[in-house]
């Protein structure tokens, strides 16, 4: 069986060019440049700096952007970053200045990922570095990033420990960092413990095992879920870690079946769970997969599993553009596959990093354009300030940070309709047909939610 989760691997990538549909950004209503900054002191930092001594921003805003780009989830973050700065120069810049991308490859590694940040921090002199992957990746480039006071908007891994230990912990050393998405892990649970309340209601599943990556971003799910489960009256009979290297899955199915489980919420980030998917179908188990699983997101997942897919589902920020989580999530997908659909290599569609990382570059933008500054270096509270303003309509949702002064500093705050249901981390689900729906939470659904047919 192909693996998902394997692309060519990039090097770096400077990136101003114009790609995709022009029209996007304003007829998604982003904000246009708001001209000259005047009276802005200091000398500037990094790509921001004026050559004229004047401070404020100067001809070029430069932003880093980081990603494993041996996995197309970090291809298609790399491309909707591309996207973003694209579209931001075709609209005038940040405030008339040109916006240039450097994309480096972290290689899912956090020793590389630590090279190729000081690259940005040291030669590329950047602005602000937008990406990350993997919460190992993200916290070992904390502390460089933050002794450069380089803004860094996380876009892809969700530990809320990135946020608890470091930001809220030591807040003068680590205010530099935000997380535009996902939601924590810790919210994630309460959202699969939402769904699973969903679940019971809809199929009678009263029953789950919980089988996680052990890694960083999984602990939450192997304990608040559980609790939260429970305290539901749902049944949890088996709780296991995998090592992050797994690829046998023969005796994980046969424990979740003998547990007598109705579905197993498996959380794999690291772990490619096309193989388990192609085991279950063929001995049709007698329970759903369903969680979260970063391979299941590819856009190819169905084919490349031949099916064995069907039934099977992820959560995903940006519900794969889909659904229409805000007015600008189906024609930023769309700009996507008109400018990548055709490309050699995966992803034809942004995938979850793509959608947040194509946020953070326009909420850059806009506290940017508050700040009046990108020189970080002497005016660092300010931009955080104007960070902390955000309330932007973005493609994966309306994004607003936690306050300084909260457990989740600079945290993206989770939405909740008025039921309480946390609405900007949907669940789609692969069908028989090869199609892809939104299932959850209910206000964005394209289709309800299938059990697999032989389960009755």
């Known amino acids: 069986m192909a693996d998902p989760t394997s692309t060519p691997s990039d090097s770096s990538t400077a990136y101003t060019n114009s790609i ?180 019971s209601d809809r199929h009678g599943w009263n029953t789950f095992a919980v089988v996680a990556d052990d890694a960083e971003w999984t602990t939450v ?84 599993t031949e099916g064995a897919a069907a039934y099977e589902t992820t959560t995903q920020s940006g519900a794969a553009g889909v659904t229409d989580i805000t007015s600008k999530t189906v024609p930023f997908t769309e700009a996507y596959m008109e400018a990548y659909g055709d490309a050699d290599d995966p992803p034809s569609k942004p995938m979850y990093m793509g959608f947040v990382t194509y946020d953070a570059i326009h909420v850059f933008k806009n506290a940017a354009e508050r700040a009046g500054t990108v020189d970080q270096e002497n005016n660092l509270d300010t931009i955080v300030d104007a960070l902390l303003q955000t309330d932007f309509t973005g493609v994966a949702g309306q994004i607003q940070f936690y306050g300084a002064d909260e457990t989740y500093a600079h945290d993206l705050r989770e939405e909740r309709d008025g039921d309480g249901v946390i609405t900007n981390y949907p669940l789609t689900q692969w069908r028989e047909d090869g199609s892809l729906e939104c299932v959850y939470p209910e206000g964005l659904q394209t289709a309800e939610h299938a059990a697999p047919p032989w389960m009755g």
């Open 20 to 199: 995709g549909r022009r029209s996007f950004i304003r007829a998604t209503g982003a904000s246009t440049a708001l001209g000259l900054f005047a009276g802005c002191s200091g000398d500037g930092g990094g790509g921001g700096e004026n050559p004229d001594g004047g401070g404020g921003i100067s001809e070029t805003v430069t932003i880093g952007h980081l990603a494993p780009l041996n996995n197309p989830l970090g291809v298609g973050s790399k491309r909707s970053a591309e996207m973003a700065v694209a579209e931001i120069n075709d609209d005038g810049g940040i405030a008339d200045q040109t916006v240039e991308l450097v994309t480096k490859d972290t290689r899912a590694s956090p020793s590389e990922a630590r090279t190729v940040a000081g690259e940005l921090v040291r030669q590329e002199e950047v602005d602000a570095i937008v990406g990350t992957f993997s919460s190992e990746v993200t916290q070992s480039i904390m502390d460089l990033v933050s002794e450069f006071n380089t803004p860094f908007l996380v876009t892809g891994s969700a530990a809320p420990s990135t946020v608890t230990e470091f930001v809220a912990s030591d807040y003068e050393r680590y205010k530099n960092t935000f997380r535009v998405g996902p939601v924590n892990s810790h919210f994630q649970a309460e959202v699969i413990s939402q769904y699973a309340g969903h679940l």
């Open 221 to 304: 799910f192997r304990n608040r879920l559980v609790d939260l489960l429970k305290e539901a009256d749902l049944d949890v009979p088996m709780v296991n870690g995998l090592a992050t290297d797994t690829t046998s899955f023969g005796s994980v199915l046969d424990d979740v079946d003998a547990a007598g489980a109705d579905a197993m919420f498996r959380f794999f980030a690291h772990i490619n769970g096309g193989p388990m998917a192609a085991r279950w179908a063929q001995g049709e188990y007698e329970f759903g997969i369903e969680g979260v699983h970063v391979a299941s997101m590819l856009p190819a997942y169905y084919q490349l």
